[in-house]
């Protein structure tokens, strides 16, 4: 039996093993010294210390990770999100040590990695771009505010190397631009590797929307419909839905053509996201940026589909494709559960699981955690908890299984982002949907006046 490296831990590293084992595959995991009992070692078939617990000495630890694949007997490397998952230079040494990357080829996540050329890609694969700058070097502030001029304000202030949400900043006038351009930078610098930035025009009303593609690596390439991440704080996604409600049907086939046409003129291979913005007054849409990754959110999209993402990525790895040939049913939702306090400014809240009770399974409710009762949340890694997807035959039905879904949820422990969770799925505007991308930084302060943010979910 083949096995399959996961190169990830936590949830992800859990749900992939889950498909691996489906698929015929043998998943064995890595983990740093403060994973060494983690749920997602405790159900491989076999793991490797990487290192100690930072993720730069350990779950990015190029060397570690190889040295665990040969030792384990892997053929396979899986990325996850994250991490590795979008580290060419990583992809290229799996290929060149022999073994086979469950991903894009090298160079295309190099392409998409590079913020600035993503988007000269996309505009000449014929994809709206919105306007901006190209690479700019923060230091020197004269082309800086030259080309902010050029653009307009407000603008956001990019990294090229950023991604998830991570290396933005919105800027309102020329006076805090320096100073922010700067800020990105040297964070980017020292989560990317690379300081270089770029901006771009900010659309002051948007929804975000993205489309989930499928290449088969000669121009071939299918869409799994499109989800709506606008419930998101600092660029950061809490809630998805899949589809994105209320869409209007001309905007959503011209997303699904986009996407697909920007993902065929790389041939691209595998699972991929290609993201937008969509201006909530005029209808035009824009592309941000492509993912050469599964996404966190992917799980709506199966739920919608009935498709295995991880085994179809697994397939196309091993050389075996069945070209799958979806459609969508009903409406899925997904919400993130986070150990962090949102009324201490969503403080990570590290800790052990006192109690962790979620939902039983059943029809329309899917679950994805990397922890247990007793486990202990990290204060090393992503505070993400759990996810909570549901299905119903339509939006009203989807919203009401998440609403019970949430509140049979009891964690204690570690403070939980919860109550804020309930109270969304509750909220007027929410329900009434679809939002914007500002909605839930406009409405955290009323939502977060009733809720506990204690040490009990």
């Not at 962090?340 to 962790?356: K, M």
Request: aromatic content about 6%; proline content about 6%; overall charge negative.
């Amino acid at each position: 039996m083949d096995r399959v490296l996961i190169a990830n831990r936590g949830e992800i590293a859990c749900r992939i093993i889950r498909s691996c084992r489906a698929a015929g595959y043998s998943p064995v995991a890595i983990h740093s010294d403060a994973d060494a009992g983690a749920l997602h070692v405790r159900l491989s078939d076999a793991a490797r210390r990487v290192g100690p617990p930072p993720v730069a000495e350990s779950y990015l630890d190029q060397d570690a990770v190889l040295e665990a694949a040969r030792e384990l007997d892997a053929r396979f490397i899986h990325p996850g999100y994250g991490l590795l998952s979008e580290n060419a230079g990583f992809a290229r040494r799996v290929i060149g040590d022999g073994l086979v990357w469950v991903g894009p080829d090298p160079d295309t996540i190099a392409a998409m990695g590079d913020k600035d050329r993503a988007r000269a890609i996309a505009a000449a694969a014929g994809v709206p771009v919105l306007g901006g700058s190209h690479r700019l070097d923060p230091s020197d502030t004269e082309a800086v505010l030259a080309a902010a001029h050029r653009v307009g304000f407000p603008l956001l202030v990019k990294a090229t190397a950023g991604g998830g949400g991570i290396g933005m900043r919105r800027v309102d006038a020329p006076d805090d631009l320096v100073a922010r351009a700067g800020s990105i930078a040297g964070l980017a610098g020292r989560i990317f590797g690379d300081a270089g930035i770029f901006l771009e025009r900010l659309v002051p009303r948007a929804r975000h929307v993205e489309v989930q593609v499928m290449g088969f690596g000669d121009g071939r390439v299918i869409h799994l419909f499109d989800r709506d991440c606008s419930v998101q704080r600092r660029y950061q996604k809490v809630i998805e839905e899949a589809p994105a409600p209320d869409l209007d049907p001309g905007i959503r086939d011209g997303l699904a053509q986009a996407a697909c046409a920007l993902a065929a003129s790389q041939r691209y291979l595998g699972a991929g996201t290609v993201e937008f913005l969509v201006d909530c007054d005029t209808g035009e849409f824009h592309f941000l940026e492509m993912n050469t990754r599964l996404q966190v959110e992917h799980p709506a999209t199966e739920m919608i589909t009935g498709l295995d993402i991880v085994a179809l990525q697994l397939a196309l790895a091993d050389g075996s494709p069945t070209p799958p040939e979806p459609d969508a049913r009903g409406h899925a939702i997904e919400c993130r559960i986070y150990a962090e306090n949102p009324a201490r400014r969503f403080l990570p809240s590290p800790g052990t699981l006192d109690s962790f009770i979620l939902p039983p399974r059943r029809d329309g409710l899917r679950i994805e955690t990397g922890y247990e009762k007793g486990d202990e949340v990290s204060r090393w890694y992503d505070p993400l908890i759990a996810k909570l997807v549901v299905h119903g035959d339509d939006r009203p039905a989807a919203l009401a299984c998440l609403a019970h879904a949430l509140s049979e949820v009891a964690i204690e422990g570690v403070a939980t982002n919860l109550d804020l969770l309930r109270q969304v799925v509750e909220d007027a505007e929410f329900r009434e949907g679809p939002v914007d991308t500002a909605y839930l930084e406009r409405a955290v302060a009323g939502l977060l006046a009733t809720s506990r943010g204690n040490k009990r979910g």
